[in-house]
């Protein structure tokens, strides 16, 4: 299976900072396999972007994806308060694995 | 509008049978890959495995396979896991999700269930 790094565990942000999170995959999964999700508390999972660099539907522009092969990047421009959570990235060039997470919380 | 709604939360004895269920609506059922995943208390998101309820073929994560099963009955745009003899271990949020694409047995999810709480103690 392919393992997925998410890093770092926690990220302490002020609300309007930028947000950078990475996720390493230890395979490639290509440049189309690769999706971010959003989970609040108490919530499932929303998928934010797909295929590396795709925003799902009615997700703002804030939110970017990037990245191919092992190495992938998802960019909140401009935290805003609705924006801390927990996001976790995915692979599906194969079996579908997870990362283990990153929190972003208020610093 | 498609939903994917799941039944209620479970308290259960290890050893004891369970089988939750996820009714999709609002889309073709039939049409779309319905993924499981598990989350245990604090940590994150583990595939379990998928049914393509048109005709229900399946795969398992190695993980999983052989001690749950997926299933799915289309007339009742339903998909279903279950365990034969619940573990403690097997205490968890257990979501459906709805593959993002069409056929395809390679996908994102784009809508998932409000989850189930299993919990199997003792």
């Known amino acids: 299976d392919i393992v997925l790094t998410q890093s770092p565990g926690t990220l302490s942000l002020s609300p309007g900072e930028r947000a950078t999170l990475f996720c390493r995959a230890s395979?490639?999964?290509?440049?189309?396999?690769l999706a971010w999700y959003q989970q609040k508390p108490g919530q499932a999972p929303r998928l934010l972007v797909h295929?590396?660099?795709r925003r799902a539907t009615g997700i703002p522009d804030r939110f970017s994806g990037s990245g191919s092969g092992t190495d992938f990047t998802l960019t909140i421009s401009r935290l805003e308060p609705e924006d801390f959570a927990v996001y976790h990235c995915?692979?599906?060039?194969?079996?579908?694995?997870f990362g283990g997470g990153t929190k972003v919380e208020i610093k | 509008e498609v939903q994917l709604v799941q039944s209620g939360a479970e308290v259960k004895k290890p050893g004891e049978s369970l089988k939750i269920s996820c009714q999709g609506s609002?889309?073709?059922?039939?049409?779309?890959?319905i993924a499981w995943v598990r989350q245990m208390p604090g940590k994150g998101l583990e595939w379990m495995g998928i049914?393509?309820?048109?005709?229900?073929?399946?795969r398992y994560s190695p993980s999983f396979q052989g001690h749950v099963t997926i299933s799915a009955d289309k007339s009742v745009t339903t998909a279903y896991l279950q365990w034969s003899s619940l573990k403690a271990s097997d205490t968890a949020m257990y979501y459906c999700?709805?593959?993002?694409?069409?056929?395809?047995?390679?996908?994102?999810?784009?809508?998932w269930g409000q989850g189930t709480p299993v919990t199997a103690s003792s």
């Open positions: 609002g889309y073709s059922f039939s049409d779309y890959w």
């Open positions: 049914i393509y309820p048109g005709d229900s073929n399946t």
């Open positions: 995915q692979q599906y060039a194969g079996s579908v694995t």
């Open positions: 295929g590396a660099s």
């Open positions: 395979q490639s999964v290509g440049s189309n396999y």
């Open positions: 999700a709805r593959h993002r694409s069409k056929y395809s047995v390679n996908s994102d999810f784009d809508y």
